[in-house]
């Protein structure tokens, strides 16, 4: 018997098969009727079995289509799962891929450099940057307008996501340059606790703990001098003199404008920056390619 049998010798045998009538078939098909019955005895020729019985009462299974007629819907329902996903992926291919931020990733030509080894790969795919409010700590992900995002960790829900470590830099102080502790080239800790401390706003939850470290205050609660969203009210507030707040080193050069500096800390665990993305999508063709377009750059 041979195997040579093709998905639509199949289609015509199920439509023939659930409608017992060759010409109601053939309209449901929208193919002529001797072409049907041709492509029949065709496949009953291959098989090297008789399927239908037709005579004077109509048509009907033979034993041999009996048996053929539920494997004959399994591989047409496989084949049309199989097309649907390829269709899938196509169209993934010509989508667009949201980037969500909350600060520039700056860090030595980082965001072109990933953009150019994701772009010559993909050049259907059109990639959108997305700035994001400090309120969401995901830069989008959460709440689904950002596919992938460049976060800092930890996440709030981190169960949720799954992420690529980018760089792990120190956390610097940003003072006024006219702060008493801005004389010294390097600062602990632990003579910090006082003072008043610029915060993220309370929905960014973990991560405004990890800006605030708490972890290094041995219970002590911090003092909040004033809470920030963005880039440029974290340099107008040190300004101010509402506070002090630690950065990262490489967002450092965004608030050291005229009378901010920063100083070096001992005492407390470095920043980790990260491209992230939610782990329902970990196997979207276009995620994946971009975490790994990331990965290279930074290797």
């Not at 041979?2 to 015509?12: E, I, M, Q, S």
């Not at 995002?149 to 956390?171: K, S």
């Not at 009378?259 to 939610?278: C, D, F, K, Q």
Request: hydrophobic share 45%.
């Amino acid at each position: 018997m041979t195997k040579d049998v093709h998905a639509r010798d199949l289609r015509y045998f199920v439509a023939v098969a659930e409608e017992l009538h060759f010409t109601r078939a053939a309209e449901k098909l929208y193919v002529s009727q001797p072409a049907l019955s041709k492509q029949i005895r065709s496949l009953e020729r291959q098989l090297g079995a008789e399927l239908f019985r037709r005579d004077q009462h109509g048509v009907a299974l033979t034993p041999a289509g009996e048996a053929l007629l539920p494997h004959a819907r399994t591989v047409l329902t496989a084949w049309d799962a199989g097309a649907a996903a390829v269709e899938a992926a196509k169209a993934a291919q010509r989508s667009t891929l949201v980037v969500g931020m909350s600060t520039s990733p700056g860090r030595g030509g980082l965001l072109p450099a990933v953009r150019s080894r994701f772009t010559a790969a993909h050049p259907e795919v059109t990639v959108r940057l997305r700035q994001m409010s400090w309120d969401d700590p995901t830069a989008g992900l959460a709440d689904g307008t950002a596919d992938v995002a460049f976060v800092w960790l930890p996440l709030p829900d981190e169960e949720r996501y799954a992420w690529t470590v980018i760089t792990e830099e120190p956390r610097l102080l940003a003072l006024p340059d006219a702060h008493p502790l801005a004389a010294r080239p390097e600062i602990d800790f632990a003579d910090l606790l006082d003072e008043p401390f610029l915060a993220l706003p309370e929905s960014a939850g973990r991560l405004r703990d990890h800006w605030l470290a708490l972890d290094a205050r041995a219970g002590r609660p911090p003092r909040i001098g004033a809470e920030i969203s963005g880039t440029e009210e974290t340099y107008e507030a040190l300004v101010a003199g509402l506070g002090v707040c630690l950065v990262a080193e490489g967002n450092a050069p965004l608030i050291t404008l005229g009378g901010v500096t920063t100083r070096r800390v001992r005492g407390i665990e470095p920043s980790r920056y990260a491209l992230a993305w939610r782990r329902e999508d970990g196997d979207r063709p276009l995620v994946r390619a971009y975490a790994e377009a990331c990965r290279e750059t930074v290797r």
